[in-house]
């Protein structure tokens, strides 16, 4: 039988995989992929070269595949060129700062996997920051502090970081997708705990707005040091899967009509936030 074959890229976050197609997709693997997941936050498959529907198949080996939207299909392309993709296109411009994906849900994805079609000539890397390790480096009297704490979570939040002066109708669609409160702490059924941050939150509950703003900038600063962070630079081919309950994920700047395209699917997840 195969053994799962990996390498650590950096002592707190991220490991490559180095196993082959076949024995990726053969499945047994699977139960020790999704450990090393959780243990690491971000894998990498390097120019692993999976078709689109290689790729379902290896996510459906991990767990049940996420619907993209409303049409039931389990990819979705990642392009900010309106061109590649008309329908999303302004609303990933949001991807280009930190966040964790479905703060708005009772239950959030458990993981996204992302595969490198055409990666951008110069930039457009993807950064990402592990969120448990984070926590557990703070002094434990920030520990207590924070973990009683709750946050208000919201999309719209996240769209003054792209459109400073946005339309009201565009503010009034981003305020249709909901808000949720959330705890700061997420303490997960595994006993580990996480940050819960990025670009969505939008006030700590109970605090004067100047108070939050500088304790929510704070704790980012914090948990996207280079000690809990990997900037994955992409070549085509690249397949990088990323836990997203313990970690937070950005696009880094690219220019939008340079034809990189990604390739995503996710995972559903099994645990609300607490």
């Known amino acids: 039988m195969t053994t799962l074959r990996t390498e650590i890229v950096k002592d707190a976050i991220a490991s490559r995989v180095l196993n082959d197609k076949t024995s990726l997709l053969a499945g047994h693997l699977a139960k020790d992929i999704r450990a090393l997941l959780e243990a690491r936050g971000v894998l990498i498959f390097p120019e692993i070269h999976f078709t689109e529907a290689e790729q379902i198949a290896f996510t459906r080996t991990l767990g049940m595949p996420a619907s993209e939207g409303g049409d039931g299909k389990t990819t979705t392309k990642i392009s900010l060129d309106a061109k590649q993709n008309p329908a999303t296109a302004e609303f990933l411009k949001g991807s280009l700062y930190w966040h964790i994906d479905g703060t708005n849900s009772d239950v959030p994805i458990l993981a996204s996997l992302l595969s490198c079609v055409v990666p951008a000539p110069s930039g457009g890397n993807t950064g ?60 997960h059924a595994s006993g580990r705990r996480s940050l819960i941050l990025g670009c969505t939150a939008r006030n700590v509950v109970g605090l004067d707005p ?62 609300p936030f607490a």
């Open 128 to 187: 990402f920051c592990n969120t448990y390790a984070a926590y557990d480096a703070l002094p434990a009297a920030k520990q207590a502090e924070y973990d009683p704490l709750r946050v208000v979570h919201a999309p719209w939040a996240s769209l003054f970081y792209y459109r400073p002066e946005p339309s009201l109708d565009m503010l009034t669609a981003m305020q249709a997708l909901g808000e949720k409160e959330l705890p700061l702490v997420w303490t």
């Open 210 to 271: 100047k108070d939050s703003s500088a304790l929510l900038v704070g704790l980012r600063e914090w948990a996207t040091r280079d000690e809990f962070s990997y900037s994955h630079a992409w070549k085509t081919g690249d397949l990088v899967m990323w836990d997203n309950t313990g970690t937070m994920h950005r696009a880094e700047p690219y220019d939008p009509a340079c034809g990189r395209l990604m390739l995503r699917t996710k995972i559903e997840g099994d645990e």
